[in-house]
């Protein structure tokens, strides 16, 4: 399976693994599952960090460069992705979501998340 991990998830895979929750640490563990992350996530740690959000206290460059090193398929956002936010009801407001659910469902990945609301576009996300 291939999973795309929301931000949260991703940041504490690469620093806090001790925050993810077990069903999380499970899947990612699984040699069975492809792990990919957005350049959606590193463009939302890039401007809450700049915006001085302790809880994106983190180098994305060193970040982008761990994840590779560490096997992660990095995915681009592609007009595609961006058409396709259209098709999302109003559920969540935040627009880094919103891109990260549009690509899992073009794409044919499951979006692992640990944010209920996200939850509630069904098709492609798993809460863990």
């Known amino acids: 399976m291939n999973l795309l991990l929301d931000t949260h998830l991703l940041l ?3 620093g806090q693994p001790e925050k993810l929750p077990a069903q999380a640490q499970a899947l990612l563990l699984d040699s069975a599952h492809q792990l990919v992350f ?5 463009w939302e740690i890039t401007i809450k960090q700049g915006l001085g959000r302790p809880d994106f206290n ?11 090193a560490n096997g992660y398929r990095e995915l681009p956002i592609t007009s595609e992705h961006t058409l396709a936010v ?12 919103r891109i990260l659910v549009a690509q899992a469902r073009v794409e044919g990945l499951v979006l692992l998340t640990v944010d ?5 576009y069904g098709e492609g996300v798993k809460r863990v």
Do not use: I
């Open 12 to 14: 504490w895979a690469a």
């Open 38 to 42: 957005s350049s959606a996530s590193l």
């Open 116 to 120: 209920a609301v996200v939850e509630g």
């Open 58 to 68: 983190v180098d994305p460059r060193r970040l982008w460069r761990l994840l590779l």
């Open 86 to 97: 259209n098709d999302l009801p109003p559920l969540h407001k935040d627009p880094f979501d």
